[in-house]
């Protein structure tokens, strides 16, 4: 096998583990590689609070869920309009699409919380929700609002990600 071939085989299967019974780490990987960017070249890493609520809702609907922005590095975190302290750098935010849910914003942000996320965003324009763990570091015990409306006006990037 010549060198070509090894590389696009390590590239194709590059995060292809699964992480629960219906996720893969792939899913959660940085996407400026698919973007064509040579930022991290796909590292990837999910909140296991996140990752819990994600399975349990996924069992809970009985039908697929496919995060559209897990972990960015800081380059494709700017690159789509993130903020400088955004979850997503340290792999504690998920961004998730209600297309094939079958269920609004508001509606997966109720059981999202309820199988332990600590705070959503829900952007109802655009049809998904920004999901965030625990964070035992940053965290003071003191409970925000759980729940927050993000105008239509302050979300510009494409697919659904966040840039929270």
């Not at 292809?16 to 040579?38: A, H, N, Y």
């Not at 995060?67 to 504690?92: D, I, M, Q, T």
């Not at 997966?108 to 965030?132: C, N, Q, S």
Request: hydrophobic share 35%.
């Amino acid at each position: 096998m010549d060198k070509i071939a090894v590389q696009a085989l390590i590239d194709y299967n590059r995060n292809r583990v699964p992480v629960s019974k219906d996720f893969m780490l792939r899913e959660f990987e940085c996407r400026g590689i698919q973007k064509g960017m040579t930022c991290c070249g796909g590292l990837a890493g999910v909140d296991p609070i996140n990752l819990n609520a994600l399975q349990k809702t996924r069992d809970y609907i009985n039908k697929p869920l496919s995060p559209s922005s897990g972990f960015r590095c800081v380059e494709y975190n700017k690159c789509v309009g993130g903020k400088p302290a955004s979850r997503h750098l340290v792999s504690l935010a998920v961004d998730l699409p209600c297309a094939g849910t079958g269920l609004t914003p508001d509606e997966l942000a109720d059981i999202l919380l309820k199988f332990g996320v600590v705070r959503v965003a829900i952007y109802t324009e655009l049809k998904f929700v920004h999901m965030e763990g625990y964070d035992r570091y940053t965290d003071s015990g003191v409970r925000y609002d759980r729940r927050f409306y993000v105008p239509k006006q302050e979300k510009e990037e494409e697919e659904g990600g966040s840039g929270e």
